[in-house]
């Protein structure tokens, strides 16, 4: 498939869906090509002929034996030219280069002859096959994301065999990293909540891949998985794209709002200098909605309009610029920009009448990277290749009462920035100023607003008196060095210093002030300055079809957070360290590729389990808790066997085994004989064990397909007293009450079964009848991915939610499908070529229940428990509406008195209210949500 | 080929942007300006809890009273605005603030300027249940000043109780009128619980009678001075330079000028009763007479005290002399407010234990 023989096969490289295959070094930018080059006639190697990755500023000298290997090649296509003296050189074009795999690459020349040729050979590796790579990758270009219905980087990788939504391979979220060309990003303030900040237009990227085992001891900071996105250089003549899509065109409930810009550009400045610059702006009016059952009380204004929440609207933008510059034949710099706003209002059932006292959220990050790489020159197989990167991350999250809800000017885009009341208080972090009652949050009453107008369930007039706001920076300089030594052997070294600044702060019933008889908490805030550092060694050997890979990385972090605890008990914190091997083998037994691996990972801890604070944890419920800030690493081991092969030469079959022990693990235990009160430790363990299967047939004749099976366990081991509690006690009501030691149960994100199917079709250009001078059918392309997943657990309490039934997680969610479709048409413009699409999500509108109430296992509570509410309500507030009180309503005034009173004029109006509220929007998934688009390629 | 490619195209992105997004859900508007009653009177307020003090907006495109809440947690008495004609209340002014969450605040006895400020009366107690407040344990009570668009943002005038040049104790304050945009005047009160009829099981009766005219004026040197010759006034009015008023247990309405201090009787309803609530506009002058009204020396305050359950209302033309009264029945009403265009007016009435507001036109 990749040497000059197989030339002529056309795989367009959207053939290659996602390609899962093993890498040398997983999770970098660059690939390698590597072969050998022969005299076509005598069929000797050509020893000193020099092969050049034109545009990559790579090259290097084959050996005696012919061979030769070019190391970190950028991920992108290439034309690569052999040259010897004397000999015709081959220009290969086309050539495929993934991140972190090996172009086998042969050249035979053509030592009689001296003219140069130049072949139409498209090129891609059997990443399947290769036998020196160890670590799992499963890989989506930037072709899939254009071709397939998925939008994001986020979706793309989550079709990823053993991935649900973020978590990976049974692991929680923010066990995770993203690699950004190379340079480790992540929020390390609150990654397992709050996200990671940045988002890369996917427009930009040469690809994106998941790496969940194996992966390099380059890179640390997870213990589930690496994200690796590779962005793309600016090309050596200008080009871009330009896309529309939106959902005005269509009908009712299939209008959520949605208007998406995308705007990418790239091509040469000046000299060697070339610019890629994009745009990705998103808004929506319901930016997450929900499929959930329209309410039947035709009174209900949503009955008319299910889908469409109010004060749930959302903006997305994010901005890229990239500069590449060439200096001399072994330097390129290159400095890259990524600026991305989140602005979300935030739907809440409580304030669904007065939506304006809702809360709100905006997220920003930024990140500027310089990016300095030195290319010594390959001689007889040697080569040394440095990367230096420096970074600066800064991420900016903050949640709240707007101080004005801006109005919406173009679909959801407001185009402004939304400012918070209290805002200056938590930047200042200003504990003493937030004492008092934050000016401007007024408390919430019971809202007149409502269709119902009684005085129950819905509130206005003020808002939770909710200020979270938290800022994280980080500078990051990172050294890596590739030393090749001859074709067979490969040394990886470097390492990193990333110093960090983490504020936050936090108020809660910000409308009253600390204390009172509300006890009211006071204002929490923090800023310390972590520092981390890590260095790695990797080292692969190769003979023919065996590759060993081995590494070692050791981290080390110092929070230095001196909290005000900390400091009254005389605690020191001191850092904290870690040292984690990696081994992998690799080699072909009978044709199939097997590989053996074992590595041990860890991260830091998010820095918000340092502070004070109060925050959800995965896995339990949510209180006030104190911070930690002696916590240490999170770790896993990961075990994992892999067989790889391909049954006929367009499909491939990988069948994978793992076993992945998570150790220390972030939980919140007691604190002192407080029930409410608990701290941070790292007390959890847990135990992921699983198979995937994965079959693929390459788009070829027309179609093709991808099939991947997950099947796995996740457990969690817990020591946690608010756990072991709740267990089994021996000699109960005695004195002498014993309880175990430790509970297993399942993870969060432990979904048993999980199948992803990706079909793809293309027509070709010149199919079908003439229509107009038009074909009518010609150049159709259509993609479908059909999911179903068995449930995730959930953990169910009593009615008063203070009591778990069962074992945490026990209980499990109903089974989830869902059908997207994306269908493509291609068109011309002023001889630009384009399409038409239409993308589909949820196609079959299935309505998938992904939570529920704990107290009952339900999406909502039964038509008694409603009529209980309901009750309740009216007894706390029985008193007549008179017709001048806003909340009168006539049609409530059955005997016309002009008065709603009485429990025949009220009661009704109390249960309807109590239904109305108690609607478990969120409880159920997204609605089918469609889009259509436009899109030119110039 | 590319001609087709090019309209459809443009056809394309001219239907996708110039399609509007469907609207997202809106509250209904369950407002209304007719009132619920239309005839003559017309009554405004139908809640079983007390409505009362009403006034009028400036340029009479509202009602601004006070609302009894029973429906709130803390039963505060709060402002609401309802159209000119009755309907449905555009605006309600409560004291949310979360420190007053765990108390019962009332705002009172409103008066607005022609330049949108508003006077009134606040005050704090503790929360006690409706239909049971009891005003004599008040946290605070004072009088206070505020922009109309934010009310709670206010200037405490005088703080309650205060004593008045002459000696003499106020608990509270009514009849709030603005002179100009620096001075007030307005009645000083006794506003308390007190035994009407002493003797062993006497039952406490909560009492508001004014006890004098006060002349106030603002800012950070404001003072206040009682007017000479209103002791036990009941009621003032002000316009073209002169400040009307009435007195306990008098049947007459006095006029005094407000440059040289002169005091006028300009009508007496004689044998009628007594008079209150006197309004004057131009020629006409409109007052309560006669009804539910006494006026008794009470030994344990050792004075006066008018009690006023409603009367009649008399619309007297000065300049004719002629005296219509313009209630029919047994209705009985207090409290009024007469609109800035005198051709109608707003007055309290009983309705079983609590007040209602009822419109009735001015010929």
Same mark, same amino acid.
């Given at each position: 498939?990749?040497?000059?023989?197989?030339?002529?096969?056309?795989?367009?490289?959207?053939?290659?869906?996602?390609?899962?295959?093993?890498?040398?070094?997983?999770?970098?930018?660059?690939?390698?090509?590597?072969?050998?080059?022969?005299?076509?006639?005598?069929?000797?190697?050509?020893?000193?002929?020099?092969?050049?990755?034109?545009?990559?500023?790579?090259?290097?000298?084959?050996?005696?034996?012919?061979?030769?290997?070019?190391?970190?090649?950028?991920?992108?296509?290439?034309?690569?030219?052999?040259?010897?003296?004397?000999?015709?050189?081959?220009?290969?074009?086309?050539?495929?280069?993934?991140?972190?795999?090996?172009?086998?690459?042969?050249?035979?020349?053509?030592?009689?002859?001296?003219?140069?040729?130049?072949?139409?050979?498209?090129?891609?590796?059997?990443?399947?096959?290769?036998?020196?790579?160890?670590?799992?990758?499963?890989?989506?270009?930037?072709?899939?994301?254009?071709?397939?219905?998925?939008?994001?980087?986020?979706?793309?990788?989550?079709?990823?065999?053993?991935?649900?939504?973020?978590?990976?391979?049974?692991?929680?979220?923010?066990?995770?990293?993203?690699?950004?060309?190379?340079?480790?990003?992540?929020?390390?303030?609150?990654?397992?909540?709050?996200?990671?900040?940045?988002?890369?237009?996917?427009?930009?990227?040469?690809?994106?891949?998941?790496?969940?085992?194996?992966?390099?001891?380059?890179?640390?900071?997870?213990?589930?998985?690496?994200?690796?996105?590779?962005?793309?250089?600016?090309?050596?003549?200008?080009?871009?794209?330009?896309?529309?899509?939106?959902?005005?065109?269509?009908?009712?409930?299939?209008?959520?709002?949605?208007?998406?810009?995308?705007?990418?550009?790239?091509?040469?400045?000046?000299?060697?200098?070339?610019?890629?610059?994009?745009?990705?702006?998103?808004?929506?009016?319901?930016?997450?909605?929900?499929? !959930?059952?329209?309410?039947?009380?035709?009174?209900?204004?949503?009955?008319?309009?299910?889908?469409?929440?109010?004060?749930?609207?959302?903006?997305?933008?994010?901005?890229?610029?990239?500069?590449?510059?060439?200096?001399?034949?072994?330097?390129?710099?290159?400095?890259?920009?990524?600026?991305?706003?989140?602005?979300?209002?935030?739907?809440?059932?409580?304030?669904?009448?007065?939506?304006?006292?809702?809360? !709100?959220?905006?997220?920003?990050?930024?990140?500027?990277?310089?990016?300095?790489?030195?290319?010594?020159?390959?001689?007889?197989?040697?080569?040394?290749?440095?990367?230096?990167?420096?970074?600066?991350?800064?991420?900016?999250?903050?949640?709240?009462?707007?101080?004005?809800?801006?109005?919406?000017?173009?679909?959801?885009?407001?185009?402004?920035?939304?400012?918070?009341?209290?805002?200056?208080?938590?930047?200042?972090?200003?504990?003493?100023?937030?004492?008092?009652?934050?000016?401007?949050?007024?408390?919430?009453?019971?809202?007149?607003?409502?269709?119902?107008?009684?005085?129950?369930?819905?509130?206005?007039?003020?808002?939770?008196?909710?200020?979270?706001?938290?800022?994280?920076?980080?500078?990051?300089?990172?050294?890596?060095?590739?030393?090749?030594?001859?074709?067979?052997?490969?040394?990886?070294?470097?390492?990193?210093?990333?110093?960090?600044?983490?504020?936050?702060?936090?108020?809660?019933?910000?409308?009253?002030?600390?204390?009172?008889?509300?006890?009211?908490?006071?204002?929490?805030?923090?800023?310390?300055?972590?520092?981390?550092?890590? !260095?790695?060694?990797?080292?692969?050997?190769?003979?023919?079809?065996?590759?060993?890979?081995?590494?070692?990385?050791?981290?080390?972090?110092?929070?230095?957070?001196?909290?005000?605890?900390?400091?009254? %008990?005389?605690?020191?914190?001191?850092?904290?360290?870690?040292?984690?091997?990696?081994?992998?083998?690799?080699?072909?037994?009978?044709?199939?590729?097997?590989?053996?691996?074992?590595?041990?990972?860890?991260?830091?801890?998010?820095?918000?389990?340092?502070?004070?604070?109060?925050?959800?944890?995965?896995?339990?419920?949510?209180?006030?808790?104190?911070?930690?800030?002696?916590?240490?690493?999170?770790?896993?081991?990961?075990?994992?066997?892999?067989?790889? !092969?391909?049954?006929?030469?367009?499909?491939?079959?990988?069948?994978?085994?793992?076993?992945?022990?998570?150790?220390?693990?972030?939980?919140?235990?007691?604190?002192?004989?407080?029930?409410?009160?608990?701290?941070?430790?790292?007390?959890?363990?847990?135990?992921?064990?699983?198979?995937?299967?994965?079959?693929?047939?390459?788009?070829?004749?027309?179609?093709?397909?991808?099939?991947?099976?997950?099947?796995?366990?996740?457990?969690?081991?817990?020591?946690?007293?608010?756990?072991?509690?709740?267990?089994?006690?021996?000699?109960?009501?005695?004195?002498?009450?014993?309880?175990?030691?430790?509970?297993?149960?399942?993870?969060?994100?432990?979904?048993?079964?999980?199948?992803?199917?990706?079909?793809?079709?293309?027509?070709?250009?010149?199919?079908?009848?003439?229509?107009?001078?038009?074909?009518?059918?010609?150049?159709? %392309?259509?993609?479908?991915?059909?999911?179903?997943?068995?449930?995730?657990?959930?953990?169910?309490?009593?009615?008063?939610?203070?009591?778990?039934?069962?074992?945490?997680?026990?209980?499990?969610?109903?089974?989830?499908?869902?059908?997207?479709?994306?269908?493509?048409?291609?068109?011309?413009?002023?001889?630009?070529?384009?399409?038409?699409?239409?993308?589909?999500?949820?196609?079959?509108?299935?309505?998938?229940?992904?939570?529920?109430?704990?107290?009952?296992?339900?999406?909502?509570?039964?038509?008694?428990?409603?009529?209980?509410?309901?009750?309740?309500?009216?007894?706390?507030?029985?008193?007549?509406?008179?017709?001048?009180?806003?909340?009168?309503?006539?049609?409530?005034?059955?005997?016309?008195?002009?008065?709603?009173?009485?429990?025949?004029?009220?009661?009704?109006?109390?249960?309807?209210?109590?239904?109305?509220?108690?609607?478990?929007?969120?409880?159920?998934?997204?609605?089918?949500?469609?889009?259509?688009?436009?899109?030119?390629?110039? | 080929? +590319?001609?087709?490619?090019?309209?459809?195209?443009?056809?394309?992105?001219?239907?996708?942007?110039?399609?509007?997004?469907?609207?997202?859900?809106?509250?209904?508007?369950?407002?209304?300006? /007719?009132?619920?009653?239309?005839?003559?009177?017309?009554?405004?307020?139908?809640?079983?809890?007390? &409505?009362?003090?009403?006034?009028?907006?400036?340029?009479?495109?509202?009602?601004?009273?006070?609302?009894?809440?029973?429906?709130?947690?803390?039963?505060?008495?709060?402002?609401?605005?309802?159209?000119?004609?009755?309907?449905?209340?555009?605006?309600?002014?409560?004291? &949310?603030?979360?420190?007053?969450?765990?108390?019962?605040?009332?705002?009172?006895?409103? /008066?607005? /300027?022609?330049?949108?400020?508003?006077?009134?009366?606040?005050?704090?107690?503790?929360?006690?249940?409706?239909?049971?407040?009891?005003? &004599?344990?008040?946290?605070?009570?004072?009088?206070?000043?505020?922009?109309?668009?934010?009310?709670?943002?206010? =200037?405490?005038?005088? /703080?309650?109780?205060?004593?008045?040049?002459?000696?003499?104790?106020?608990?509270?304050?009514?009849?709030?009128?603005?002179?100009?945009?620096?001075?007030?005047?307005?009645?000083?009160?006794?506003?308390?619980?007190?035994?009407?009829?002493?003797?062993?099981?006497?039952? =406490?009766?909560?009492?508001?009678?004014?006890?004098?005219?006060?002349?106030?004026?603002?800012?950070?040197?404001?003072?206040?001075?009682?007017?000479?010759?209103?002791?036990?006034?009941?009621?003032?009015?002000?316009?073209?330079?002169?400040?009307?008023?009435?007195?306990?247990?008098?049947? +007459?309405?006095?006029?005094?000028?407000?440059?040289?201090?002169?005091?006028?009787?300009?009508?007496?309803?004689?044998?009628?009763?007594?008079? +209150?609530?006197?309004?004057?506009?131009?020629?006409?002058?409109?007052?309560?007479?006669?009804?539910?009204?006494?006026?008794?020396?009470?030994?344990?305050?050792?004075?006066?005290? =008018?009690?006023?359950?409603?009367?009649?209302?008399?619309?007297?033309?000065?300049?004719?002399?002629?005296?219509?009264?313009?209630?029919?029945?047994?209705?009985?009403?207090?409290?009024?407010?007469?609109?800035?265009?005198?051709?109608?007016?707003?007055?309290?009435?009983?309705?079983?234990?609590?007040? &209602?507001?009822?419109?009735?036109?001015?010929?």
């Amino acid at each position: 498939m990749s040497g000059a023989g197989t030339g002529t096969v056309r795989l367009r490289a959207l053939a290659a869906l996602v390609l899962c295959a093993a890498a040398p070094l997983a999770a970098q930018t660059g690939g390698a090509i590597s072969g050998t080059v022969r005299d076509s006639l005598r069929g000797t190697p050509v020893h000193g002929a020099e092969v050049i990755v034109v545009g990559a500023q790579r090259s290097a000298l084959t050996d005696t034996a012919g061979g030769y290997r070019i190391r970190e090649v950028r991920s992108g296509r290439y034309r690569v030219l052999a040259r010897a003296i004397g000999c015709g050189p081959i220009l290969h074009d086309n050539v495929v280069v993934p991140a972190g795999a090996t172009v086998l690459l042969n050249f035979r020349l053509d030592c009689s002859a001296v003219e140069v040729r130049g072949l139409e050979v498209r090129t891609t590796p059997d990443i399947v096959l290769d036998p020196t790579v160890t670590a799992t990758v499963q890989r989506i270009t930037a072709d899939d994301l254009r071709h397939l219905p998925v939008t994001t980087i986020e979706e793309a990788v989550a079709l990823s065999a053993g991935a649900v939504g973020e978590s990976y391979r049974g692991g929680r979220v923010g066990q995770q990293s993203f690699i950004i060309d190379g340079l480790g990003v992540k929020n390390q303030l609150d990654q397992s909540t709050g996200g990671l900040g940045v988002r890369v237009p996917p427009d930009v990227l040469t690809e994106a891949a998941l790496v969940t085992n194996g992966f390099s001891a380059r890179y640390g900071q997870a213990i589930s998985g690496l994200i690796n996105v590779v962005t793309k250089d600016g090309g050596e003549r200008w080009d871009g794209r330009l896309a529309y899509e939106n959902d005005r065109p269509f009908p009712g409930s299939w209008d959520m709002g949605l208007d998406r810009l995308v705007l990418e550009a790239d091509g040469p400045l000046v000299g060697r200098v070339r610019f890629l610059g994009a745009v990705d702006a998103t808004g929506r009016l319901d930016a997450d909605p929900v499929n !959930a059952p329209p309410p039947a009380d035709t009174l209900d204004p949503r009955s008319r309009r299910p889908s469409l929440l109010p004060h749930n609207s959302g903006e997305q933008v994010d901005l890229t610029a990239k500069l590449t510059i060439a200096i001399g034949a072994h330097h390129t710099l290159r400095l890259f920009g990524l600026h991305s706003v989140d602005q979300r209002l935030l739907f809440e059932p409580l304030f669904k009448y007065d939506d304006r006292f809702a809360p !709100a959220r905006r997220l920003r990050g930024d990140l500027v990277s310089g990016h300095w790489q030195y290319a010594g020159v390959s001689g007889a197989g040697a080569s040394l290749v440095t990367d230096l990167r420096v970074a600066y991350f800064d991420r900016d999250f903050i949640r709240g009462s707007l101080a004005e809800v801006p109005t919406r000017r173009f679909g959801g885009f407001t185009g402004r920035t939304f400012h918070f009341i209290g805002e200056d208080i938590a930047r200042a972090q200003d504990t003493a100023a937030a004492r008092a009652a934050i000016p401007g949050l007024d408390p919430p009453q019971l809202s007149d607003r409502t269709p119902w107008g009684v005085p129950a369930f819905f509130e206005g007039g003020g808002g939770r008196g909710e200020l979270a706001w938290n800022h994280f920076r980080e500078l990051r300089t990172q050294l890596d060095l590739d030393v090749g030594s001859g074709r067979e052997v490969d040394f990886y070294l470097g390492g990193e210093v990333i110093r960090q600044r983490v504020e936050t702060f936090q108020r809660a019933l910000g409308y009253q002030p600390v204390g009172g008889k509300a006890a009211v908490p006071p204002a929490t805030a923090s800023s310390f300055t972590p520092v981390s550092a890590a !260095a790695y060694g990797e080292m692969q050997l190769r003979w023919e079809d065996l590759a060993f890979t081995m590494g070692l990385r050791y981290d080390r972090f110092d929070s230095r957070e001196e909290s005000a605890r900390a400091t009254l %008990e005389g605690l020191t914190v001191q850092p904290k360290q870690t040292v984690s091997p990696r081994l992998g083998v690799s080699s072909v037994l009978k044709g199939a590729t097997v590989v053996v691996s074992w590595g041990r990972f860890s991260q830091a801890p998010d820095f918000q389990y340092l502070v004070d604070a109060a925050f959800d944890d995965t896995v339990r419920t949510g209180r006030f808790r104190a911070g930690n800030p002696a916590l240490g690493f999170e770790r896993s081991s990961q075990y994992e066997f892999s067989v790889r !092969a391909r049954p006929t030469p367009i499909t491939s079959l990988r069948v994978n085994a793992y076993v992945k022990h998570l150790e220390g693990l972030v939980a919140s235990v007691p604190f002192g004989l407080n029930p409410d009160s608990s701290i941070f430790g790292n007390t959890d363990y847990g135990n992921v064990q699983g198979g995937e299967i994965i079959f693929e047939r390459e788009l070829v004749g027309g179609w093709g397909a991808r099939i991947a099976y997950t099947l796995q366990s996740a457990t969690a081991t817990a020591t946690n007293a608010f756990q072991l509690f709740q267990r089994i006690r021996i000699a109960p009501g005695g004195q002498d009450t014993i309880r175990p030691a430790r509970v297993e149960f399942p993870l969060d994100y432990d979904r048993r079964h999980g199948v992803t199917v990706i079909l793809q079709g293309r027509v070709a250009d010149s199919a079908g009848p003439r229509l107009l001078g038009l074909r009518a059918i010609g150049g159709w %392309e259509a993609a479908a991915i059909v999911r179903w997943a068995s449930g995730l657990p959930y953990s169910r309490t009593n009615p008063t939610g203070d009591t778990l039934l069962g074992l945490p997680n026990s209980w499990r969610l109903p089974d989830q499908s869902t059908v997207d479709l994306l269908v493509r048409r291609p068109i011309s413009l002023l001889g630009l070529s384009g399409s038409v699409y239409f993308d589909a999500r949820n196609l079959l509108n299935t309505r998938n229940i992904i939570a529920v109430r704990r107290d009952n296992g339900q999406p909502g509570i039964d038509g008694a428990a409603v009529d209980s509410a309901a009750a309740i309500a009216y007894r706390a507030h029985p008193e007549p509406i008179p017709y001048e009180s806003p909340r009168y309503r006539s049609w409530a005034d059955l005997n016309g008195d002009g008065s709603v009173s009485g429990p025949d004029e009220l009661l009704p109006l109390y249960v309807a209210a109590a239904r109305d509220y108690y609607q478990p929007l969120f409880a159920y998934g997204p609605p089918r949500v469609v889009r259509f688009g436009v899109e030119v390629i110039f | 080929m +590319r001609r087709a490619g090019v309209a459809t195209l443009l056809a394309m992105l001219g239907t996708l942007v110039a399609c509007r997004h469907g609207e997202v859900l809106r509250v209904s508007d369950y407002g209304t300006d /007719s009132p619920f009653f239309p005839g003559e009177p017309t009554r405004l307020t139908l809640s079983l809890a007390n &409505d009362r003090d009403p006034a009028w907006l400036p340029d009479g495109s509202g009602i601004l009273y006070t609302r009894e809440r029973p429906d709130r947690a803390d039963k505060d008495w709060c402002f609401a605005v309802m159209p000119p004609r009755g309907g449905r209340i555009t605006r309600e002014i409560c004291n &949310d603030a979360a420190p007053a969450a765990d108390s019962t605040d009332t705002f009172e006895r409103a /008066s607005v /300027s022609s330049d949108g400020r508003l006077a009134y009366l606040r005050s704090s107690g503790p929360t006690v249940g409706w239909p049971n407040l009891q005003f &004599d344990a008040h946290r605070y009570r004072e009088l206070a000043a505020a922009p109309l668009a934010a009310p709670l943002e206010a =200037q405490v005038i005088v /703080s309650l109780p205060a004593t008045l040049p002459g000696g003499r104790l106020i608990l509270g304050a009514s009849q709030i009128r603005w002179l100009d945009s620096i001075s007030l005047v307005y009645r000083g009160d006794f506003d308390g619980w007190v035994c009407l009829v002493p003797g062993p099981n006497c039952a =406490q009766t909560h009492v508001i009678t004014g006890l004098g005219l006060v002349y106030q004026t603002l800012g950070a040197a404001g003072s206040k001075l009682q007017l000479p010759g209103t002791d036990f006034a009941s009621s003032v009015a002000v316009g073209a330079g002169y400040i009307y008023y009435t007195l306990g247990g008098d049947s +007459r309405v006095y006029a005094r000028s407000t440059t040289t201090g002169v005091t006028t009787t300009i009508w007496d309803f004689g044998a009628a009763g007594i008079a +209150r609530d006197v309004q004057v506009l131009g020629r006409k002058l409109i007052a309560v007479v006669g009804g539910n009204v006494s006026f008794t020396f009470i030994a344990a305050l050792g004075y006066p005290v =008018q009690v006023d359950n409603g009367g009649r209302i008399h619309v007297v033309d000065l300049l004719t002399g002629t005296d219509v009264v313009l209630s029919a029945g047994p209705r009985l009403f207090r409290h009024l407010a007469l609109a800035p265009s005198g051709a109608s007016l707003v007055a309290e009435s009983f309705s079983g234990s609590a007040t &209602d507001l009822y419109l009735l036109g001015v010929p």
